[in-house]
T-cell receptor, first 113, second 113 residues
Framework: EAGVAQSPRYKIIEKRQSVAFWCNPI?????LYWYQQILGQGPKLLIQ????????DSQLPKDRFSAERLKGVDSTLKIQPAKLEDSAVYLC???????????FGPGTRLLVL | SQQGEEDPQALSIQEGENATMNCSYK?????LQWYRQNSGRGLVHLIL?????REKHSGRLRVTLDTSKKSSSLLITASRAADTASYFC?????????????FGTGTRLQVFP
């Protein structure tokens, strides 16, 4: 069974630029999550989708971050404009149902200069 | 904010020794999970313990849960160099439509051959 796929694996941008991350969850998984992991900390949930609807985005900085999940499968997370403090690893996870074990992708490491 | 706090923050041991990591959390939980994160890779689910369980085993892993003290411990027996990773506890906060994983700050384990 293929795992959660994410791309790109690494991204370096300058502040005020925009960036987008892509996630393909495990086939059949209805729930998809985006986490932000700052160096030295545990992951923090940014947004949770159930199929293509948002069920929790309480910790998403909506002035600069946006996310969508078209057709309830792939998802993209966008940052516009990026700030220095956005430098982190962005992890995507999916689960079959609620509650369910979350399976994580390898993450995208973002560096904002 | 982080729900859990792991202790110690870092741990170095020799192969064959046992490693014990502790996690404390703040609010009532339905279950508590432990994850491993290798350098530069995503998180891998290790074990889940429910709030009505006191101890659980999986291979060389032993997890205990004390809900009265709001604490959990992860014991890795007969450690191997491949166990070198960061270990996170995560509590699940459930509402009617979400299951939010709240991660602790992690313990960095180094196992020397």
């Amino acid at each position: 069974e293929a795992g959660v796929a994410q791309s790109p694996r690494y991204k370096i941008i300058e502040k005020r630029q925009s960036v987008a991350f892509w996630c393909n969850p495990i086939s059949g998984h209805a729930t998809l999550y985006w986490y932000q992991q700052i160096l030295g900390q545990g992951p923090k949930l940014l947004i949770q989708f159930q199929n293509n609807g948002v069920v929790d985005d309480s910790q998403l900085p909506k002035d600069r971050f946006s996310a969508e999940r078209l057709k309830g499968v792939d998802s993209t997370l966008k940052i516009q404009p990026a700030k220095l403090e956005d430098s982190a690893v962005y992890l995507c996870a999916s689960s079959l149902g609620r509650p369910g074990t979350q399976y994580f992708g390898p993450g995208t490491r973002l560096l904002v200069l | 904010s982080q729900q859990g706090e792991e202790d110690p923050q870092a741990l170095s041991i020799q192969e064959g020794e046992n490693a014990t990591m502790n996690c404390s959390y703040k609010t009532s939980i339905n279950n508590l999970q432990w994850y491993r994160q290798n350098s530069g890779r995503g998180l891998v689910h290790l074990i889940l313990i429910r709030s009505n369980e006191r101890e659980k085993h999986s291979g060389r892993l032993r997890v205990t849960l004390d809900t009265s003290k709001k604490s959990s411990s992860l014991l890795i027996t007969a450690s191997r160099a491949a166990d070198t990773a960061s270990y996170f506890c995560a509590t699940v906060l459930s509402s009617y439509n979400t299951d939010k994983l709240i991660f602790g700050t992690g313990t960095r384990l180094q196992v020397f051959p």
